[in-house]
């Protein structure tokens, strides 16, 4: 099987999560401030589990190869995407150490727990396939959105959000994450009990991908920022 087998057998669910209306939202660049700090904080905390789900990966590869890769990764996450996220975030007026006090929402700990805990009772293939849907999805969404004439560029307070996700070296990184998967998967077959098992881990963190969307929708609703 091939990474798309993993989003045709969940495509409803992964398209709620590629079209969200956060997403949409974004585009138009009409999204409330609240969402969008509230998603930025939950994100600096998401990001720092997600470097714990690599440094899993190092320890459940079978090869040096992966374990390097993993390694890479991690390295990846914690001195250049997340050194982003806090440099970025600055500019909307959050600094690390407010967002290190912030409390994880309940999608956050979902989330992320899940990643963590399908990694440490499955092998290194369950873990990228919980893994899979966060590169796979913001590089599909920066793809949508920058080929969209409807996304507003101009005077849009997050056209930066979209241009790094639809940027060259984001889109490159996740179709390298991309490959790797399709290696990973090459051997399994779609139809056994392990291919189904796989698409059911997938899915599961595709519609986490959707709660975390609706997560930073709801702090709109619950006056929490
Ligand atoms: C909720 C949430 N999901 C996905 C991403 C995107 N993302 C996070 S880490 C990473 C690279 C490692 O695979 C990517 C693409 C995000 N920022 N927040």
Request: with cysteine.
């Amino acid at each position: 099987m091939k990474h798309q087998d993993l989003i045709n057998a969940c495509q409803q669910d992964w398209d709620a999560y590629i079209q969200h209306s956060f997403v949409q939202q974004l585009a138009k660049g009409t999204l409330a401030h609240t969402c969008y700090l509230h998603y930025l904080k939950q994100d600096f905390l998401f990001l720092k589990q997600y470097a714990r789900a690599y440094a899993l990966a190092i320890y459940k590869a079978n090869t040096l190869a992966d374990m390097r890769g993993a390694l890479l990764s991690v390295n990846t996450l914690l001195n250049s995407e997340i050194s982003h996220h806090v440099s970025y975030c600055a500019n909307w007026g959050l600094t690390e150490s407010d967002m290190e006090a912030e409390d994880e929402d309940a999608g956050t700990v979902a989330y992320t727990r899940y990643v963590l805990d399908t990694g440490i009772k499955g092998d290194i293939v369950d873990l990228y396939a919980a893994l899979a849907p966060c590169s796979m999805g913001y590089a599909e969404i920066g793809r949508n959105l920058s080929a969209d004439e409807n996304t507003k560029l101009q005077g849009n307070p997050f056209i930066d959000w979209i241009t790094l996700y639809a940027g060259e070296k984001f889109q490159q990184s996740a179709a390298q994450g991309t490959a790797h998967i399709d290696t990973l998967l090459a051997e399994i077959d779609l139809e056994s009990q392990r291919g189904q098992n796989l698409i059911k881990i997938f899915r599961t963190a595709t519609r986490m991908e959707t709660a975390f969307w609706q997560q930073g929708l709801n702090a709109a609703l619950e006056n929490n920022v």
